[in-house]
């Protein structure tokens, strides 16, 4: 038995591999006509009409928080537990981090921690559904009272808060579609933009974000006759990502829906379990387990107990404030330390079946 924790789905290639000839050879591999296809059809799957598309998601994350009016030297507030790059795109923007603290039980961001790190310099709010579990957004966005919040939902494609898609619940959303997430297109990210108070006029605020992703240039306007006033990056999405991603968008239904079944069925079935307790979160959250986070005793115990029966594990990220890179921002953080001394990530993927979840249960009530 070998599980992994991370596997990169593709649609089948008789599907994929004539539309990847096809653009390849069209003389059109830059950004065109399927970009903005892309964009419009995975709008419909987050239920946002209004997304930018780039080649990352950190790239789409560094021009949220430019959108989002984040100036060097300003303050975002934003977590610990998660990927570099969440917090590598706000030292892009020339900002300084504040961490706030997170949930032992789930490693999210809390409202009252964010509520005591606001200051009058606090221009962005970073939050992340680590491992595909939606923070508390409404208590954040509550205590928020009007600073774009910044949704980082690199892990979260597909799962819901209010009934309603992430994707849709504050000023920016971001998604990552590197290889190993939920939805990938080799490399890219999706930033969904919704209209809020802060970013009333969105037709603008879509202009002003594809000006930042090619060089600070309108691409619709006459080459000669722009005026370049911003700086720019190229940070755009291409024609062969997108493709991929249109392809992508007719199989990730049930891509997700088998992470949902498998994370349900671990919700259940691994209940009961001395040593090892189970994430919690808001009544109103449906996570959509990129993987499924325990939290155990003896977790190096318990992960040479999976490793020797063929079950992948691991704890995926170094709490970032750990970084030299960030260490200016340190301070005490002890939900953080709590969630970051038990937390521990096994398969519930696409590719787990049910007679590998059974087994995954099993190995874990044998005891480590
Ligand atoms: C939480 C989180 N944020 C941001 C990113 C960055 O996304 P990308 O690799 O598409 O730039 C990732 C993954 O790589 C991530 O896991």
């Known amino acids: ?66 959108l989002a ?48 790190k606001i200051t009058s310099r606090t221009r962005a709010i970073m939050v992340v559904h680590y491992g595909g579990i939606p923070a508390p957004i409404d208590g954040i966005r509550a205590v928020a009272n009007g600073i ?65 992703r090619w060089f600070g240039i309108d691409r619709a306007a006459p080459r000669t006759e722009v005026d370049v006033s911003t700086v720019g990056y190229k940070y755009h999405m291409n024609n062969v990502t997108a493709t991929i991603g249109l392809v992508q968008l007719d199989y990730i239904a049930p891509v997700i829906a088998r992470h949902i079944a498998n994370g349900k069925y671990f919700d259940q079935a691994l209940q009961d379990i001395p040593g090892l307790s189970l994430c919690q979160w808001d009544a109103q959250a449906e996570p959509s387990y ?33 970084h030299s890179v960030f260490s200016s921002s340190r301070c005490n953080l002890p939900g953080l330390d709590a969630f970051y001394e038990k937390m521990i990530h096994i398969p519930c993927g696409w590719w787990v079946s049910d007679a590998q979840r059974e087994f995954i249960v099993n190995v874990i009530r044998q005891g480590w």
């Open 69 to 116: 009016g984040v100036r060097p030297g300003d303050e975002v507030i934003s977590t610990a537990m998660t990927a570099e790059p969440t917090n590598m795109a706000i030292l892009h923007a020339g900002a300084k981090i504040v961490w706030a603290d997170v949930d032992p039980n789930n490693g999210n961001l809390t409202a009252e921690s964010v509520a005591a």
């Open 290 to 322: 990129w993987f499924y986070t325990v939290l155990v005793k003896d977790r190096e115990k318990f992960s040479r107990h999976l490793s020797a029966n063929g079950i992948a594990n691991s704890q995926a990220h170094k709490r970032n404030d750990l």
């Open 1 to 66: 038995m070998n599980i992994p924790t991370f596997k990169v789905f593709l649609p089948p290639s008789e599907v994929l591999m004539p539309r990847l000839e096809e653009i390849l050879y069209s003389g059109q591999i830059s950004e065109g006509v399927p970009v903005v296809e892309f964009e419009h059809r995975f709008g419909q799957l987050i239920q946002c009409p209004d997304i930018l598309s780039f080649n990352s998601g950190t790239a789409a994350l560094h021009g949220a928080l430019v």
């Open 148 to 212: 774009p919040v910044i949704e980082d939902a690199a892990h979260a494609l597909g799962a819901r808060y209010n009934n309603k898609p992430i994707g849709c619940h504050s000023e920016f959303v971001m998604f990552s579609l590197q290889a190993i997430k939920h939805m990938t297109t080799i490399d890219g990210g999706m930033l969904a933009c919704n209209t809020f108070k802060g970013n009333a006029n969105i037709k603008d605020l879509l202009a002003e974000g594809r000006k930042f």
